[in-house]
């Protein structure tokens, strides 16, 4: 008995309290339909960030039921088809036509990339290649220079280095297209005295010495090279290139023809002494003067 009257008490409470909410409503101005508009639409925004917050790590929601992936941007949705992704915030190449690249090459038979403007000078690409090869300053960077070799025809210049690339692409066009042309880093200018070169600056001593290396075998410094001086210069090259190699090991057959056919013995003797020395012969004399070196 006593909780039938407690429940109609509570009832008859909740009743009075529900008048009350009428009465209030009913005294408030009324607001216009916009306002219910944007009422629905910040609950379902509300309700959407809500979902957002569930969503994994890997871009799914943790509940299998159903699956919500945000929209890529517009440089990640490029990447994402398989064409080429470009950084958010990094420069667009289109915007600045007049820098490009330049493909310098080194005595050692590689290249280095360094690109630059047409107002750049042959001495700013020169100290942008040197300062790459190792991270001290060049003691003896003004040693350097930059020449343009055509190897088709063999046509070799040397660039002043206060020419722009805008004047050697003015002068040397006109003669034959730029990608004929092959820019060379090179030793134009040498010190009195090698010992100091290299004592002070190792990185340009070797620099050099790949630059001699590949004029030396090169047809046209080969070409006029006794099979004598070649052998002796081809065993002492074989010494500096494998430093821990015994005097006797090119008597075994295998290691005289791993020397031939692994590494080549292009790299320690001129092609054109190569071509005219009999195989035999040249064998037998660098097993011989290699026991002397």
Request: with cysteine; proline share 5%; glycine share 6%.
């Amino acid at each position: 008995m006593l909780e039938l009257v407690s429940g109609r008490k509570s009832s008859s409470g909740a009743m009075r309290r529900c008048q009350l909410v009428k009465e209030r409503e009913r005294n408030l101005p009324k607001r216009p339909h916009s306002y219910h508009g944007k009422l629905v639409a910040s609950k379902l925004l509300c309700s959407l960030r809500c979902s957002q917050n569930q969503v994994s790590a890997g871009g799914f929601p943790k509940s299998n039921t159903w699956r919500f992936q945000q929209t890529p941007k517009s440089h990640e949705r490029v990447g994402m088809e398989g064409q080429c992704s470009v950084t958010p915030g990094s420069p667009d190449k289109s915007t600045n036509p007049s820098v490009t690249t330049l493909k310098v090459h080194l005595p050692n038979g590689t290249f280095n990339v360094v690109k630059y403007g047409e107002a750049i000078d042959i001495k700013g690409i020169i100290s942008t290649v040197t300062s790459r090869l190792a991270t001290e300053p060049r003691l003896y960077q003004q040693c350097y220079g930059m020449r343009l070799h055509h190897t088709a025809t063999g046509e070799m210049h040397w660039l002043h280095q206060d020419t722009t690339m805008a004047q050697v692409l003015e002068r040397f066009e006109k003669i034959h297209p730029l990608n004929e042309w092959h820019f060379e880093l090179r030793i134009r200018y040498l010190p009195l005295n090698l010992q100091q070169l290299y004592d002070r600056d190792k990185v340009t001593f070797y620099f050099y010495y790949d630059q001699v290396r590949n004029d030396y075998l090169s047809h046209e410094v080969g070409a006029r090279i006794d099979q004598d001086t070649a052998v002796q210069l081809c065993c002492l090259e074989i010494r500096n290139y494998f430093k821990d190699m015994p005097q006797i090991a090119l008597d075994k057959k295998s290691n005289l023809e791993y020397l031939e056919k692994e590494v080549g013995l292009h790299r320690f003797v001129p092609r054109p002494v190569l071509e005219g020395a009999k195989p035999k012969n040249l064998r037998k004399a660098i097993q011989a003067q290699f026991k002397r070196v």
